[in-house]
């Protein structure tokens, strides 16, 4: 069957620490895969798109790699702050884009 | 600024009532979702549409239906609540990619 997997347990770092988080699929060929981030009681918010032939993608302190040989993504904040603390959820886009599948999504606690 | 917009935050309804949530977006994007999020399984789709009067079914379509007549407006229809029904309900729109979301409804089926 189909599956998105992220790390259901949570994420302690410590501030001004690097956090990785790792998303892995099976039996997707996606278009593209997307992450997102998703405070308690709201609608997730999107930071960053990578398509299949992207190897890397950054955006200011976040950097996504997309491994399709693995089929693994893993997405970074480095000089992770307080304010980072949220769930951050892994998406990936298949049949032409229109259908998006999440995964459960990773809670990161970053400590001061 | 990019803004979707749902009809209630929070919404208790009684077994059997037909209840409506709504879903509007303000950036002329062509498709629309309705997700329900859930502890532990993640956002699930339910219906989304990619033109007016379009629709297709996700992967939790059962006891759903949806309906949009217009552009901006996406509605999502339960036609007899159920006690299962209980979750918190997303609206997203998109054009290409990235999806802009609700801040979500809170739906409690009593």
């Known amino acids: 069957s189909q599956k998105i997997e992220q790390n259901s347990e949570a994420l302690n770092i410590q501030e001004g620490k690097t956090a990785t988080l790792t998303c892995n699929y099976t039996?997707?060929?996606?278009?593209?895969l997307q992450w997102y981030r998703q405070d308690p009681g709201r609608g997730p918010v999107f930071l960053l798109l990578?398509?299949?032939?992207?190897k890397e993608k950054r955006k200011e302190r976040l950097k996504v790699t997309f491994d399709t040989t693995l089929k693994q993504s893993l997405f970074h904040i480095t000089a992770s702050q307080p304010a980072d603390s949220a769930t951050y959820l892994c998406?990936?886009?298949?049949?032409?884009?229109?259908?998006?599948?999440f995964g459960a999504g990773t809670r990161l606690f970053v400590k001061a | 600024d990019v803004k979707v917009t749902q009809s209630s935050r929070y919404l208790v309804k009684r077994t059997g009532e037909k209840v409506f949530l709504e879903c509007v977006q303000d950036?002329?994007?062509?498709?629309m979702f309705w997700y329900r999020q859930d502890p532990g399984l993640g956002l699930r789709l339910i219906y989304f549409?990619?033109?007016?009067?379009?629709?297709e079914k996700g992967d939790i379509p059962e006891g759903y239906s949806v309906s949009r007549e217009k552009k901006e407006r996406f509605s999502l229809i339960l036609e007899s609540a159920s006690t299962n029904q209980t979750s918190m309900y997303l609206c997203?729109?998109?054009?290409?990619?990235?999806?802009?979301f609700g801040p979500g409804t809170r739906l409690t089926v009593t």
């Open positions: 950036m002329d994007h062509e498709n």
């Open positions: 039996n997707y060929s996606p278009a593209y």
């Open positions: 998406a990936l886009a298949i049949t032409g884009g229109f259908k998006t599948i």
């Open positions: 549409s990619y033109d007016v009067k379009m629709k």
């Open positions: 997203a729109s998109s054009q290409w990619g990235e999806q802009y």
């Open positions: 990578i398509r299949e032939n992207e």
